[in-house]
C-alpha cells in the first residue's frame, strides 16, 4: 500500500513566521502534489513537482514555495505565513499518467494567529 | 480549462435510503473523473474512476458512478446508505491540462442519519 506521510498533524504558528510542511512517500513516485483545502472550496492545488528539482506552480501558488530535493520528499514553505493561510494542507502523489489516482496524506492543520 | 461543480454542499440521507451526490464538468477534452471520499480527520482516498469504456464504475464500499457524456454528469450512488459512509466526498476531472492535474468540486458532505 502507498503510504504518504505529512509530519504534522496540527501546527500553530505566528505571523511572519516560516512555516515547514514536509511531505514523504514511500512508492518511488513520480508526481508530488500540494493542495489547500477550505470548506465549500474543496481542493486548490498550491504547486506541484514531476521530478526531482523540478516544480510547477498550480492554481494558488502565491505566498508559498515548494522544494524537492529527494523523490520521496516535497516540502511547502510558508516564506512569511499570515492569518489568510490558516486552512488544511494535503500532499498526495501519484505515478505519471492522466488516469492516475492521487494518494493522499492525513493532512495538516494549520492555525497561523 | 476544466471545472467542477458538485450540487449541494450538504445532503442528509437515512439509513437504508438511496445515496445520490451531484457531479458535473467541463472538458475540452475527454475527461478521466473520480471520485473521493474523506472520512473525519483523514486525507482522501479513491472511491472510483472513469477513464474510457463502460460508463457504468463501480467503486468500493458499494458505490458507483455513470459517466454521461451529454450531460457532463457524473453522478455518484449508492442504493442503501451505511452510517459508515457519512463523510466529505469529492468529484474531480483531469486531462484538459498539462500533467496530471485533477481538478476538484468543493465536495458534498453526506451525513446519515439513523
Known amino acids: 500500500d502507498v503510504k504518504v506521510t505529512q509530519s504534522s498533524r496540527y501546527l500553530v504558528k505566528r505571523t511572519g513566521e516560516k512555516v515547514f510542511l514536509e511531505c514523504v512517500q514511500d512508492?518511488?513516485?513520480?508526481?508530488m502534489f500540494w493542495y489547500r483545502q477550505d470548506p465549500g472550496l474543496g481542493l486548490r492545488l498550491i504547486y506541484f513537482?514531476?521530478?526531482?528539482?523540478?516544480?510547477e506552480k498550480g492554481d494558488i501558488p502565491e505566498g508559498y514555495s515548494v522544494s524537492r530535493e529527494k523523490k520521496e520528499r516535497f516540502s511547502l514553505i510558508l516564506e512569511s505565513a499570515s492569518t489568510n493561510q490558516t486552512s488544511m494542507y494535503l500532499c498526495?502523489?501519484?505515478?505519471?499518467?492522466?488516469?492516475?489516482?492521487?494518494?493522499f496524506g492525513n493532512g495538516t492543520r494549520l492555525t497561523v494567529t | 480549462a476544466q471545472s467542477v461543480t458538485q450540487l449541494g454542499s450538504h445532503v442528509s440521507v437515512s439509513e437504508g435510503a438511496l445515496v445520490l451526490l451531484r457531479c458535473n464538468y467541463s472538458?475540452?477534452?475527454?475527461?478521466?473523473l473520480f471520485w473521493y471520499v474523506q472520512y473525519p480527520n483523514q486525507g482522501l482516498q479513491l472511491l472510483l474512476k472513469?477513464?474510457?469504456?463502460?460508463?457504468l464504475v463501480k467503486g468500493i464500499n458499494g458505490f458507483e458512478a455513470e459517466f454521461k457524456k451529454s450531460e457532463t454528469s457524473f453522478h455518484l450512488t449508492k442504493p442503501s446508505a451505511h452510517m459508515s459512509d457519512a463523510a466529505e466526498y469529492f468529484c474531480?476531472?483531469?486531462?484538459?491540462?498539462?500533467?496530471?492535474?485533477?481538478?476538484f468540486g468543493g465536495g458534498t458532505r453526506l451525513m446519515v442519519k439513523p
Open positions: 512508492m518511488d513516485h513520480e508526481n
Open positions: 513537482s514531476y521530478d526531482v528539482k523540478m516544480k
Open positions: 498526495a502523489s501519484s505515478v505519471t499518467g492522466y488516469n492516475s489516482p492521487l494518494h
Open positions: 472538458s475540452s477534452v475527454p475527461p478521466y
Open positions: 472513469y477513464t474510457t469504456g463502460a460508463t
Open positions: 474531480a476531472v483531469s486531462g484538459d491540462n498539462a500533467g496530471n492535474m485533477l481538478t
